[in-house]
């Protein structure tokens, strides 16, 4: 997908007239913008959403729904559960990789509860019940889940608690999220208009709006020039351009760029030629308007890469990349596992590239344990005998695969992974017959259908641009762009080299609000 439209801003005073004004304009009508706009309705703003899509939802409405809160929710407590922020924010830190963001984090984790209480405000509903096993998504309402908080290396940072929060539907629930999101903002008095595709950011000169703001020794210019105030939008619809307004700030709620492909090539190359996980809008443009008023970007090379593997065969068994070797604990969150494969295991010789050769060992009885609706789809690629047999119809360097299932059982025999540190939940012997499953062949979930074979990674960027706690797009000297605002993906937020489930949706609506908020306050 080639993705270059142009992003120059344009001048206020080249603009006769606006065809649209409001007080707050959200751009993009994901989980991050529902939240932005319910909250700057919410202090009487008047609030217009427009997205490029024909209604709302976004890669929101698509997503599993999780969303990752924690520190003490109610939930956590009915299930039995103990936590606390600190705990919370510590394993944060270590999971969101490196480059996290640590005042982010802290300040999530301390709002967290609170947030919680927003979204049952809004109507999101949450069951009080737990679903206690790996998996990506579980095939039931339970409203809790682990995402690795309980595997290692993470059990010696903090006290495990389970922080995965699911609104109470079956399977994927991200739709059921964005109903009562959007519900929510567009009661509050936030209105919406669909197939608008915001192409560049409309400025006042910098001095006028310093002078206008009370700045006389800017407006003089005794001091540097911040940089022009953002007063509108310009977009097009059913192809013809209109000019929107906004008072008080324009909120880019825009997802990230894992859609255009030259942004890809710029900043993160590992993840072309993947599987995209978006809603087929994410092409960078909130990045690029705001990059082209001189917005400061962070982490543009982070991605989060999901392997087509099922999470409980992977636990059961053993995960091995094309050298035959074992090189993660396989109980630990999935999406680590695909960023292990893709980032530190494909480095140099002859894996070098961004091949993802990765295969799933498992027995027949680890096979069968998983329920035949939680495989979604997934065949065991070859089947064999013994362990040799295997590693011949895999492909696999000689003695490789062999070594390693030897030297695994030997572990599981002994009850302790010394290699890995998976739990001890999860290990035990393979026994023969084997099966070895080829992530490249896909998985496909229960509301699709079709051929999903691919390189066996499906991926999405974590970087964009950088943003204070209040929402406000820094430029390169860490200064607020006056009227200028983000959240979503379209920021950097609490993510570094590293990814967990429901921090996307946890972040978005969280610093979300915040941006809303700040927006509607802003004079």
Not at 106 to 125: I, K, T
Not at 253 to 263: C, I, K, L, R, Y
Request: charged share 20%.
């Amino acid at each position: 997908m080639t993705v270059r439209n142009s992003v120059t801003p344009r001048a206020a005073s080249t603009v006769n007239s606006y065809d649209l004004e409001t007080d707050v304009l959200v751009v993009g009508y994901g989980a991050a913008g529902a939240a932005a706009a319910f909250e700057a309705a919410h202090t009487g703003a008047r609030v217009l959403v427009v997205d490029r899509a024909g209604g709302p939802g976004g890669a929101s409405a698509m997503s599993g729904g999780e969303i990752y809160l924690g520190g003490g929710t109610p939930i956590q407590i009915a299930c039995g559960y103990n936590d606390t922020p600190e705990a919370m924010a510590a394993f944060l830190k270590a999971a969101l990789g490196t480059g996290a963001d640590a005042v982010k984090i802290d300040e999530y984790c301390a709002g967290s509860v609170e947030h919680f209480q927003w979204l049952v405000d809004r109507g999101v509903p949450f069951k009080p019940s737990m679903w206690d096993a790996p998996t990506w998504v579980p095939p039931t309402d339970d409203g809790l889940m682990w995402l690795g908080e309980n595997s290692w290396p993470f059990t010696e940072l903090a006290h495990p608690a389970p922080r995965g929060h699911r609104p109470t539907a079956n399977d994927f629930g991200g739709k059921l999220l964005m109903e009562c999101l959007t519900a929510a903002a567009e009661s509050a008095g936030a209105t919406a208009q669909f197939d608008t595709y915001v192409t560049a950011l409309i400025v006042a000169d910098g001095d006028a709006a310093a002078a206008a703001a009370g700045d006389p020794d800017q407006a003089a210019g005794r001091h540097p020039a911040v940089a022009p105030r953002v007063v509108g939008v310009v977009a097009r619809r059913y192809g013809k351009e209109l000019t929107i307004r906004a008072r008080r700030g324009v909120v880019l709620t825009t997802g990230g760029f894992v859609d255009n492909d030259p942004m890809l090539a710029d900043h993160a190359p590992e993840l072309l030629g993947h599987t995209k996980v978006s809603a087929g809008t994410d092409d960078g443009s909130g990045i690029r308007m705001a990059q082209a008023l001189g917005a400061a970007v962070r982490h543009m090379n982070a991605g989060q890469i999901g392997m087509s593997l099922i999470p409980g065969l992977a636990a059961r068994g053993m995960v091995v990349n094309g050298l035959g070797r074992r090189f993660i604990n396989e109980d630990t969150y999935p999406g680590r596992i695909g960023q292990s494969a893709l980032y530190r295991n494909n480095m140099g010789g002859s894996w070098a590239g961004t091949d993802t050769a990765v295969w799933v060992i498992v027995d027949e009885t680890g096979f069968e344990d998983v329920p035949e609706p939680q495989r979604w789809g997934v065949q065991p690629t070859h089947v064999a005998e013994t362990p040799s047999e295997l590693e011949e119809l895999t492909g696999l360097p000689t003695g490789s695969l062999v070594d390693t299932i030897r030297r695994y059982n030997e572990l599981a025999t002994a009850g302790t992974d010394l290699d890995h540190h998976k739990s001890p939940r999860w290990l035990r012997p393979l026994v023969p017959p084997l099966a070895a499953i080829d992530v490249k062949a896909g998985i496909r979930p229960p509301a699709e259908s079709g051929d999903r074979r691919g390189t066996g990674a499906s991926v999405f960027t974590l970087g964009g641009l950088h943003t204070d706690l209040e929402g406000h797009v820094l430029d390169l000297d860490a200064r607020p762009i006056p009227g200028l605002f983000a959240a979503g993906r379209a920021a950097s937020g609490l993510h570094g080299f590293g990814y967990i489930s429901g921090t996307s949706l946890g972040d978005g609506t969280f610093f979300g609000r915040r941006a809303g908020t700040a927006a509607a306050r802003n004079a």
